[in-house]
């Protein structure tokens, strides 16, 4: 059976982009495929600890999950969610991928050079990350691990270690597909990209300290409504999807078209011809904290305890897969 592997960081609030541009796609791909493939759904939380933790990072590590149910996830028998730090071949396999992979190619991660800005004082985790990330798909032999843009270049490295240690030392790992399939695969043909409020240019970050500029999953409906009204337009006075003239707009229309789930072009449609704004706002706000209304009291009927257990089943699960790779690696490299 084929192998889906996803995770989120679980080192703060999500925003509505993050929910909306990962967490909703991969609770459908995952819904989609569960009955004929694994859907393993983990908590990267070594990976939440080269970053600063807002908040505390074991309640953070349980409301991730949550999230995933309250967003509609069905857990079947073949939906396998787990931690981690809890399944230690993670680690172990991350370091013996430290030693077929070279400083160069970890060197050239585009997100490690952007995170560390040649500081001296980044720490090593920063650096070595992509291959902990390596090592979270290979253990699972994931062929699909759905993400966005900014990991492809982890996935082509990712690819490269499993075909460099096969050509070494026998045929261990399952490659996962190339960047373009893994797109195609997710069946959306351009990456969402929900925008930032004021500065609809960028895209929406929960980095961003500006409050306004991003709807948090735990904002209250009414204030979520307020955002949208303030939100950053223009001044052409015409309602059309044009992300570069119209990036404001447009980001209305997409973000419409995703809390409602209506096709982007019927929304685009119903809008045809309309001058006004503020009915759009209007519209948008309303629809946003609908959404949030329903996410919010789904999440605040699943118990901590509900999460707790599906981690140990999960973690089961992730221990025996994981152990027994683990093992052929150890073996083929010499060290069993
Ligand atoms: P940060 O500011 O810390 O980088 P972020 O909001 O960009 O936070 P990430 O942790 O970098 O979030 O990404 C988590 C997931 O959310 C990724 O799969 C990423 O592609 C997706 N994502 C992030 N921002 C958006 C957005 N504005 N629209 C759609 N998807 C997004
Ligand atoms: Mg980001």
Redesign the pocket.
């Known amino acids: 059976m084929k192998t889906i592997l996803t995770g ?2 679980a ?2 609030e ?5 929910y ?4 909703l796609p991969m609770v459908r791909l995952a819904n989609k495929y569960s009955d004929e493939m694994n859907v393993n759904i983990f908590v990267p939380d070594l990976h939440s600890i080269i ?1 600063d933790i807002d908040g505390d990072l074991q309640k953070n590590i349980v409301r991730t999950i949550k999230y995933y149910l309250a967003a509609g996830l069905k857990v079947t028998p073949n939906v396998h969610i787990y931690r981690q730090s809890y399944v230690p071949a993670h680690s172990e396999l991350c370091w013996i991928l430290n030693c077929i992979t070279t400083m160069g190619e970890a060197s050239r991660m585009t997100q490690y050079k952007e995170k560390s800005e040649g500081r001296d004082s980044c720490n090593v985790g920063i650096f070595d990350y992509p291959i902990l990330m390596a090592s979270d798909i290979l253990l699972y032999s994931a062929e699909y691990v759905p ?5 492809f270049q982890h996935i082509e490295l990712t690819r490269n270690l499993a075909m460099r240690f096969n050509n070494r030392f026998g045929e261990i790992f399952t490659v996962p597909v190339k960047t373009a399939e893994q797109v195609k695969f997710m069946g959306i043909s351009d ?6 409020l004021l500065n609809p240019e960028k ?6 300290l500006a409050e306004n500029s ?1 709807i948090m999953l735990d904002d209250s409906p009414e204030l979520a409504t307020k955002k949208i009204m303030s939100a950053t337009t223009d001044s052409l006075g015409k309602i059309k999807f044009d992300m570069f003239n119209q990036p404001g707009i447009s980001n209305l229309l997409v973000t419409d078209a995703l809390v409602t789930d209506t096709p982007l072009q019927d929304v685009i449609a119903t809008w045809a011809g309309e001058t006004r704004y503020g009915e759009l706002k209007k519209k948008v706000g309303m629809d946003v904290a609908e959404m949030l209304r329903e996410f919010q009291s789904k999440l605040t009927g699943i118990s901590d305890d509900e999460i707790y257990a599906l981690f140990d089943l999960g973690e089961k699960y992730a221990n025996e897969v994981a152990g027994a790779k683990l093992r052929e690696v150890q073996k083929s490299v010499g060290l069993r």
């Not at 999500?14 to 993050?18: A, D, S």
């Not at 990456?191 to 930032?196: E, F, L, Q």
């Open positions: 989120i960081r080192n703060s999500l925003t509505l982009g993050n909306l541009g990962a967490l970053a993400i966005g843009e900014d990991q990456g969402i990209r929900i925008r930032d895209k929406m970050s929960k980095s961003t991003k």
